[in-house]
């Protein structure tokens, strides 16, 4: 079993390997596993006084560029922005209730059925259970979308899925919640499409972009990445990027050598990077990330039907096949997600940035929306199955409103997108996927922010102990507050202040409530069987 992982894990070199000729660069090494960006702190940042003549010509596609009037923006966006939050209240959490019921339906129906043999009514009812719980409810939930109108402080980002009981009965998944939290709302989300931002598609996947390997077996690794993703990637990631932003609250500085952007993946475990670095053991991250679900999910919750099947009450293999379901299950959840989050940020029209920006400021706004594609919006059953990452340029630019405020507000955002020609992207979630694939594989690349054309007055160095710097990361990581502990904002400078450049591929761009009789929580004799799948706040993610 050790060796099948372990091929497993190796599957993206094992491709490479197929090209006798390809011998990696060290800079397409160095891309698989960071985060390069030149320090922000050597970048001569634009100056709002430079005149327009010597920011040299735009691209026919970055004409907009130059007309739009960020702050007048950002003003209307704030606007509105307050005015869904004020209306905000018993519709917004009864919505998020009738959505647990439909994903606790799912998960009746998947857990009652999973012992017959594998089916695809079971597996894809049992993989929606699982992506509904992460993606809408606890997603929306820890952004702190419901703090002000659930009174009952059931859907409160502070406790909801913090802790062992309540992620086993809220959201049990391959991600530790706390973890997800800070890595999704922190990062993320208010780092964008920057060097900052540990989901930038095109940096992540530079080894594969850069490979010179036939097209298939570049479409071999994404496939491998498309099924595994969650456990592959993100567990370890969103574990490593808590630790990390715990020590530096506690003080701890960092250097380069100290690898805090390279991508954490379980792939570490088997190179000795971890050992390296020694952030957490394998037997730490086992036991308080992967381990409960996988001894959880895969044999506690299936166990009544090898006691059922000893009983004579269900046939013999009713404990396998329940075992069957559940993997397959996850395999598409794995799949159903990279679909519709993976795809968010990434494309050829969308834009990175060389710079980091204010929280809540005209550029801010004006990133969320170029560097975000929605998908068909509009019903409460086509957001269901889009996991509503469907509203992603609404979701970014206010992270602490509710599922349904995303629904009243898309047709205004888009307006108002319009209204100051500022390009807003929807289309089909699988044309986005198209062009997610094709950045993986480097047959695209994403369009870099012209940097002379930036709002200086806005932009910021996030790493940083300048007042405005201090004072942005104490607005983000205030909703994770209780897991992060009490912020002294007191970290010294650091030598690397802001990323390198983008290293990821050619042409990359530089610079509660009791809910008694409503059928909204479920709770099984088998298991606390409400999983949770998506949560943070005010930050950013991955959507």
Not at 16 to 31: C, D, I, L, M
Not at 297 to 311: D, I, K, Q, T, V
Not at 392 to 397: D, I, R
Not at 398 to 407: D, F, G, M, N
Request: glycine residues 8%.
């Amino acid at each position: 079993m050790k060796g099948v992982a372990a091929c497993l894990l190796a599957l993206p070199a094992v491709a490479t390997a197929f090209s006798p000729s390809f011998q990696p660069s060290k800079s397409a090494t160095v891309a698989l596993r960071t985060r390069r960006a030149a320090p922000l702190r050597a970048v001569a940042l634009p100056s709002d006084a430079t005149k327009a003549d010597e920011r040299g010509p735009l691209e026919a596609q970055d004409a907009w560029i130059a007309n739009v009037d960020l702050d007048a923006f950002g003003r209307d966006v704030k606007a509105l922005g307050k005015r869904l939050e004020k209306a905000q209240g018993e519709d917004d959490v009864n919505h998020i209730k009738k959505i647990c019921l439909w994903s606790n339906t799912c998960a009746a129906v998947g857990l009652a059925t999973m012992w017959m043999q594998p089916n695809p009514i079971s597996v894809f009812a049992l993989s929606l259970w699982t992506l509904s719980r992460w993606t809408t409810i606890a997603h929306h939930t820890n952004h702190g979308g419901y703090n002000n109108a659930d009174k009952t402080r059931y859907f409160n980002s502070k406790g909801f899925a913090i802790g062992f009981k309540a992620r086993v009965t809220q959201w049990f998944d391959w991600m530790l919640p706390e973890a997800w939290n800070v890595e999704h709302n922190n990062l993320h989300h208010y780092r964008l499409s920057e060097a900052d931002d540990p989901d930038l598609v095109e940096r992540n996947l530079g080894i594969i972009r850069n490979a010179p390997l036939p097209k298939i077996f570049k479409y071999v690794a994404v496939g491998f990445l498309m099924c595994t993703w969650k456990w592959f990637y993100y567990a370890p990631n969103t574990y490593k990027e808590l630790k990390i932003q715990q020590m530096r609250r506690a003080g701890k500085t960092f250097t380069e050598e100290d690898g805090v952007d390279e991508a954490f993946t379980m792939k570490a475990f088997l190179d000795g990077t971890a050992r390296k670095r020694n952030w957490f053991s394998f037997p730490e991250f086992f036991g308080k990330v992967v381990g409960p679900y996988l001894i959880g999910h895969f044999l506690l919750l299936p166990l009544p039907m090898l006691a059922l099947s000893s009983a004579g009450v269900l046939p013999a293999a009713a404990f396998k096949n329940s075992v069957i379901s559940l993997l397959l299950a996850d395999v598409v959840t794995n799949i159903h997600a990279f679909i519709v989050i993976a795809t968010n940020h990434a494309g050829k029209d969308l834009y990175t940035f060389s710079h980091g920006c204010a929280p809540n400021s005209g550029t801010f706004y004006m990133r969320q929306v170029a560097s975000s594609a929605n998908f068909r919006t509009g019903g409460d059953l086509n957001d269901f199955m889009h996991g509503w990452l469907n509203y992603q340029v609404e979701h970014h630019m206010w992270p602490q409103l509710s599922a349904l405020s995303y629904q009243r507000s898309q047709p205004e955002v888009k307006a108002l997108c319009e209204k100051h020609g500022i390009p807003y992207t929807q289309e089909s979630v699988w044309i986005r996927l198209k062009k997610t694939v094709d950045i993986m594989t480097g047959d695209a690349t994403q369009r870099p922010y012209p940097p002379a054309y930036e709002l200086q007055k806005d932009l910021m160095v996030w790493n940083s102990n300048k007042a405005d710097s201090v004072a942005a990361r104490k607005t983000v990581e205030e909703i994770n507050s209780n897991i992060l502990g009490d912020a002294k904002f007191k970290e010294a400078s650091e030598s690397v202040t802001a990323k390198r450049k983008f290293g990821g591929g050619s042409g990359s761009g530089s610079g509660g409530g009791s809910g008694s009789g409503s059928g909204w929580r479920l709770s099984t004799s088998w298991w606390a069987a409400v999983s949770a799948n998506s949560g943070t706040q005010a930050r950013l993610d991955g959507g």
